[in-house]
């Protein structure tokens, strides 16, 4: 069960779009549609935001959209404002109940 | 409105134990699998462990499977984690957060557990 590989940063100018990727394996990213997006602000519990590869709850906004090919889960963010610069991480189910989570990916807004 | 709220940490030696508790409200506590997920200060998050309602299912993750032990009191709405053979690595925030299919809706505000000695 090795965690998911995220890069470890991402940037872009408010207004743009950013994506931020998630490799993992045919046993986990790959396997299952259980794949989830958190935002974690410095010192804050993570904010669930992206569930089941692309659905969104209540309250998140709709400028974040996930997607799946393969092996590989993104998140991708449009219109960057300011208040979305945070640390990103994925996780997905890897069988027998197990969750994994990516390494994280901090996105600045320039 | 839904509340998490974990105790427990604290100051152990290398060596120890630790039992982590959470208590929840706001939501129908069994409804929900419970989980335990860490952050290493500086760190990213680790998934440790989750129990389903009424202890009918435990998972752990691999690295610590052995060294954890999760229940749950569904009466009294609250998760708990024990954690035997403390390491230095194991100094982390840990998280109690609600688990359905695989995602964590919600999430406490952590406990900080430091092992040094």
């Known amino acids: 069960q090795s965690a998911l590989t995220q890069p470890p940063s991402a940037s872009g100018s408010p207004g743009q779009s950013v994506t931020i990727s998630c490799t993992g394996t045919?046993?986990?990213?790959?396997?299952?549609?259980?794949v989830s997006w958190y935002q974690q602000h410095p010192g804050k519990a993570p904010k669930l935001m992206i569930y089941?590869?692309?659905k969104r709850p209540s309250g998140v906004p709709d400028r974040f959209t996930g997607s799946k090919s393969g092996n590989t889960a993104s998140l991708t963010v449009s219109g960057l404002q300011a208040e979305d610069e945070a640390d990103y991480y994925c996780a997905s189910h890897a069988g027998g109940g197990i969750v994994i989570f990516g390494g994280g990916t901090r996105l600045t807004v320039l | 409105q839904v509340h998490l709220e974990e105790s427990g940490g604290g100051l152990v030696k290398p060596g120890g134990s630790l039992r982590l508790s959470c208590a929840a409200s706001?939501?129908?506590?069994?409804?929900?699998?419970m989980s335990w997920i860490r952050q290493a200060p500086g760190k990213g998050l680790e998934w440790l462990s989750c129990?389903?309602?009424?202890?009918?299912?435990?998972m752990y993750a691999d690295p610590l499977r052995g060294r954890l032990s999760v229940s749950r009191d569904d009466a009294k709405r609250s998760v708990f984690l024990q954690i035997d053979n403390l390491r230095a690595e194991d100094t982390a925030v840990y998280y109690c957060a609600t688990e359905n299919y695989f995602k964590s809706d919600y999430w406490g505000r952590g406990t900080l557990v430091t092992v040094s000695s």
């Open positions: 045919s046993s986990d990213v790959g396997a299952y549609d259980y």
């Open positions: 129990v389903s309602p009424g202890n009918k299912h435990a």
């Open positions: 706001g939501f129908t506590f069994t409804d929900y699998s």
């Open positions: 089941e590869v692309n």
